[in-house]
């Protein structure tokens, strides 16, 4: 197996360009498990880990930009009051010692259908940037995702950022798992609101097989919102949007039974979710 | 009688004086090697020139064995060699009990995972790319994998001695009683992993003799050797067995699993041989608990007195027999609990199938008992309107009761006592009243934020177990320990020679413990634990400490006497006028003579073979006989916080009361009950090997999950030591108990809080919620 140590982003994307088959590694989270498991055994390792412009994130044009190599932990004490959706998944993430390495460059690039970074993402509706010698490109995370562990990231590309607004409003991720830390989700779900803009963002994990944004649910309740001024003069949100909304969240989802839960346990449990997750969020939003 | 009471024991403050005597909290000389990091585990042996050894396994769960093609893999470049059954040279079956298990598979594959062939190489990569170069070609066969259908006299044999491996009768008391208030139900216990942390390693090194010397993590050195040397076709003497660093066993170590591979590898390839399994190969590589169907029906007076009970359990044995006779004996002796029943009837069945072997693991068939009679004897409570812990006091064994196998129980048994400690301990304070307050990692979901108080509901669940500890039912079970005395450049120094294996238990401190207290002496030096001398024995069923204080008291005390034999000659006193006192000895007119003076003449050697009180073996129509050498006893109260709407639990307080006899080690003691306490919390919440048609559906701490630090709650321990007047100090077996009631306690718990009758653990969250229909069997029941 070679293994390849680019010091800068543009020998990164040089080796990568020449050797497409390289599986890019940062914090080695997923990487080194598949390794061990036998799961798979690359010609070669391209180690992203010690290109700085990766670790980076910045603010311009309104929007962060966050590098692909930042770790869970980093975004948690760095960017938890502007990404706070985002960064109630990373605390969801493995232990202290993986959120140290992982990275959330990495959660996308194995695409898996219970990446913890997937559903706040969604919800919030950032983008992926890809970058090969060829060029940058921009994808909106819900065209990003292909299929199980598949995305449309082309064999010679990099991802080097996602790119996202800071929370416009008031933002909720929830997790469900068998043990209280350290677990896969059985079915996760995000939610953002944007009173401004009077949009409502959400996302599904591990409820279909790639991580899916849950649009039904979403138009339901902007039309809700708008049609009774609640954005402008919030109110208790009424039992039957709040059933409506988890219902359609629930439509939106297509789970399989596997080792980790059932197909039905899946849908009920992200109803529960999400009209949970709501209702924090839209108590959130009457305090402020 | 004394209680110690602890949380959390603070160790000595640095310079503290510890007795580090019997009932001082002494500290492990390994213990600040483990925690730096600095420990050497098995997986950490090494050898010049060693070579790496693999195992070719049987994807299938069934398959006639049709052809291994060893050529491909023999052309890479660093293959020594490819073994099949054939490359056996003695015995080519092994196993605990019988010896039904091939060394490599023959004919046909029983379970996925069986060894198929080995693999030596000069590195773990090459041995890897050569056991996938191995090409073995199998006819698949269907598989037996449901235990009840394994059973009936119709089912395809597994083995041609049949599928039924043992069927344990218990007949006591009058057969047709009848009673009043009668509560029936059928409970499953899936398949728990022993999930040690160091998975299986071993370093293999053939010898100038032709024999081996084999350096290995296990639970029994010389059942190994006996299991090596007959596949060997070698002599005992000629396989030498030395323990290295254990990584914890919780009885998966007490079988088999490379040790026989390493050796034959060994001798083949004339270099030393280092085998580790991965994380996934050890879901594959040792035995589990076993999965289990218990049918009971309780009968009892409307005053709560337990008239009858009847029980049948299935237990899935898997593909090999490994202890599978032993834990039927258990579930089946033990089956109705620590209670006085006048009428019993037990059908214990142990099975061969298709799945995954199943032998021993911490709490060894009364773990699955438990937590059917305990769900029964809830469900009799709540029928006859009575508190849980009333009806089971009432109807508690206590010192003098009978067993229902005939026994009497003659020791200590205060059962009532420790659940009414339980009952009474201090509860936790309530749920805040108040739902929509994010409070992190302290309600059901833990981290994952999934509820703020919504759905949440408490519950409190009790039980109690019990358990043998010991080799039963006749079994010759004994220690064997050499102690010697010298004289050292400090002063006198006891040397220990044993088989006996430090799993992370403590033997290593109560060894030290018991002899520094015997001699009254300071230095003690514990040689590595190997063949050199006789059998200790198993470090399981809560055992070692029993066998190896009472082994070590016994030659301790032949030394004095011979001591005071030197000292009478010296003294020209006769024997009986002098005395023993802390180390010295003491005659007539104030003479002393310390330890170095005595030992002027020369070093004291014992050698003590130890056995605990004899048992019967039970009469196989009734169950009748003294089968046991000691009981047990823990309870537990478990108090739970559920979300009901997800399914979720978080355990907020587990109290623990347990019998120790005598605490020999008395901060080790509550680490034991702690870690005991924690496996039964994984049995009941997360912790199973999933099986669908014979496959191990999730081998990797990935899907198979143990408890968390965050899963785990404050526990408050509460030990009793009354000593039992038949063991050695009075103790009793530690390991085992608090193991056994943990699970039923939450459950109950859980069941409090949602109403529900959940009859399967662990407990899954579409059963808490509801929507399995197996696991939600009956609905709520209130």
């Known amino acids: ?288 | 009688m004394s209680t110690l009471t602890g949380q959390t024991r603070e160790p000595a403050a640095p310079g503290a004086r510890t007795g580090n005597g019997i009932g001082d909290d002494a500290r492990r000389p390994d213990g600040t090697q483990k925690v730096a990091g600095r420990f050497a585990f098995s997986s950490d042996l090494w050898a010049d020139g060693m070579v790496w050894g693999a195992t070719v396994r049987s994807p299938h769960p069934r398959a006639r064995l049709i052809s291994v093609d060893p050529s491909e893999a023999l052309r890479i470049a660093g293959v020594y060699c490819v073994l099949t059954h054939e490359d056996v040279p003695g015995q080519k079956t092994f196993g605990l009990e019988v010896a039904d298990q091939p060394v490599l598979a023959m004919g046909e594959v029983r379970y996925q995972g069986e060894a198929v062939a080995l693999v030596a190489a000069d590195s773990p990569e090459t041995a890897r790319r050569a056991v996938a170069a191995v090409r073995v070609e199998y006819q698949p066969l269907v598989p037996v994998v449901d235990p009840m259908k394994a059973m009936l006299p119709t089912a395809e044999k597994v083995h041609p001695s049949g599928n039924i491996v043992r069927h344990f009768k218990l007949r006591s008391g009058d057969p047709l009683a009848e009673a009043p208030v009668v509560v029936s139900g059928e409970y499953e216990v899936g398949m728990q992993d022993q999930a040690f942390l160091g998975p299986e390693s071993g370093l293999a090194v053939p010898a100038d003799d032709g024999g081996v010397d084999l350096q290995v993590a296990t639970q029994w050195l010389h059942v190994d050797r006996r299991q090596v040397a007959a596949a060997l076709g070698l002599p005992e003497d000629k396989v030498r067995l030395a323990l290295a660093g254990v990584g914890g066993a919780f009885g998966a170590r007490e079988d088999v699993s490379l040790q026989i591979h390493l050796c034959l590898l060994a001798l083949r390839t004339g270099r030393p041989v280092k085998m580790v399994y991965s994380r996934e190969e050890s879901f594959f590589g040792h035995v589990h608990r076993h999965p289990a169907r218990l049918r009971y029906v309780h009968g009892a007076g409307r005053d709560g007195r337990l008239v009858f009970v009847k029980a049948e359990m299935v237990f899935d044995g898997g593909a090999y027999m490994s202890s599978t006779r032993a834990v039927i004996g258990n579930a089946g002796t033990l089956g109705v609990g620590p209670y006085v029943v006048p009428n019993v009837s037990v059908d214990a069945y142990g099975l061969y199938t298709n799945n995954p072997p199943c032998g021993a693991m911490r709490g060894f068939g009364a773990v699955q008992a438990c937590f059917a009679y305990e769900a029964q004897m809830d469900r009799l409570a709540e029928e006859l309107g009575m508190h849980p812990v009333e009806l089971r006091s009432l109807n508690a064994m206590a010192q003098g009761s009978l067993m229902p196998t005939g026994q009497v129980v003659d020791s200590p048994a205060p059962v009532a006592d420790l659940l009414r400690r339980v009952w009474q301990a201090p509860l936790p304070p309530p749920l805040p009243a108040v739902a929509g307050v994010a409070t992190e990692g302290l309600l059901p979901g833990g981290m994952a934020n999934t509820t703020h108080g919504e759905g949440v509901v408490r519950g409190t669940g009790y039980a109690v177990g019990f358990k043998n500890v010991g080799f039963s039912e006749g079994y010759d079970d004994y220690t064997t320990v050499r102690v010697s005395l010298a004289a050292g450049p400090d002063g006198p120094v006891a040397t220990v020679q044993s088989a006996a294996c430090e799993l992370g238990q403590g033997l290593v401190t109560v060894e030290t413990q018991v002899v520094r207290s015997e001699l009254g002496l300071s230095d003690v030096v514990l040689e590595t634990a190997d063949t050199r001398v006789g059998s200790a024995g198993s470090s399981s069923a809560s055992r070692q400490t029993y066998m190896t204080a009472g082994a070590l008291r016994e030659a301790c005390a032949r030394l004095r006497a011979g001591l005071l034999a030197r000292a009478a000659a010296r003294l020209g006193v006769p024997e009986p006028d002098l005395s023993w006192a802390h180390g010295e000895v003491l005659g007539p007119e104030r003479a002393v003579l310390g330890l170095s003076e005595l030992l002027e003449a020369g070093p004291l050697e014992e050698t003590v073979e130890w056995r605990h009180r004899p048992t019967q073996d039970v009469d196989p129509e009734t169950g009748q006989g003294d089968a046991h050498v000691q009981y047990c006893f823990a309870a537990h109260r478990a108090v739970v916080d559920v979300d009901t709407e997800l399914g979720l639990v978080k355990v907020v307080q587990i109290d623990t009361a347990q019998d120790v006899g005598k605490a020999i080690n008395p901060g080790a003691v509550i680490g034991q009950i702690h870690g005991g306490t924690t496996q039964g919390l994984g049995l009941a919440l997360m912790e199973e090997i999933q099986i669908d048609a014979g496959r191990v559906r999730n081998p990797s701490f990935t899907d198979y999950l143990i408890p968390t630090i965050l899963d785990v709650p404050p526990m408050r321990v509460q030990v009793l030591e009354l000593a039992d007047p038949h063991a050695p100090y009075g103790l009793r077996g530690v390991g085992e108990a608090p193991t056994i009631s943990s699970t039923p306690a939450i459950v109950a718990a859980v069941r409090a809080a949602t109403g529900r009758r959940l009859a399967r653990v662990p407990l899954r969250p579409q059963d808490i919620v509801g929507l399995d229909e197996a696991g939600a069997e009956g609905g709520p029941s209130r």
């Open chain 1, 1 to 288: 197996m070679d293994f390849h140590y680019p010091r800068s982003w543009a020998d990164a994307l040089a080796l990568k360009a020449e050797h497409p088959e390289a599986v890019p590694i940062a914090g080695g989270t997923d990487v080194m498990v598949e390794l061990n498991f036998n799961r798979r055994r690359p010609a070669a390792l391209l180690d992203i880990s010690a290109v700085p412009e990766l670790a980076q994130w910045d603010r311009a044009d309104g929007h962060l930009r966050v590098g692909a190599g930042v770790s869970y932990t980093r975004l948690v004490r760095e960017l938890g009051p502007q990404l706070p959706g985002l960064a109630m998944a990373a605390r969801t993430v493995g232990s202290p010692q993986i959120r140290n390495r992982g990275t959330v460059g990495g959660n996308l690039g194995s695409a898996s259908p219970a990446g913890d970074a997937h559903p706040p993402l969604l919800a919030g509706r950032a983008s992926v940037e890809l970058a090969s010698v060829r060029g940058t490109r921009l994808v909106p995370l819900d065209e990003f995702f292909t299929g199980p562990k598949r995305s449309v990231l082309a064999a010679d590309e990099l991802i080097s950022a996602f790119v996202v607004r800071p929370a416009p409003g008031p933002e909720q991720f929830c997790k469900v798992g068998t043990r209280n830390a350290m677990v896969i989700a059985v079915a996760s779900f995000a939610v953002s609101l944007d009173p401004e803009r009077g949009r409502v963002g959400t996302g599904i994990g591990s409820a279909a097989p790639t991580p899916r944004r849950a649009g039904g649910a979403e138009e339901f309740l902007e039309a809700e919102l708008a049609a009774a001024g609640m954005w402008q003069r919030p109110r208790p949100l009424p039992g039957p949007v709040l059933d409506r909304f988890a219902e359609l969240v629930t439509a939106s989802a297509s789970p399989i039974d596997d080792v980790r839960g059932t197909a039905a346990y899946r849908r009920h449990a992200l109803a529960v979710m999400a009209r949970r997750a709501l209702s924090w969020a839209w108590a959130d939003l009457m305090r402020n």
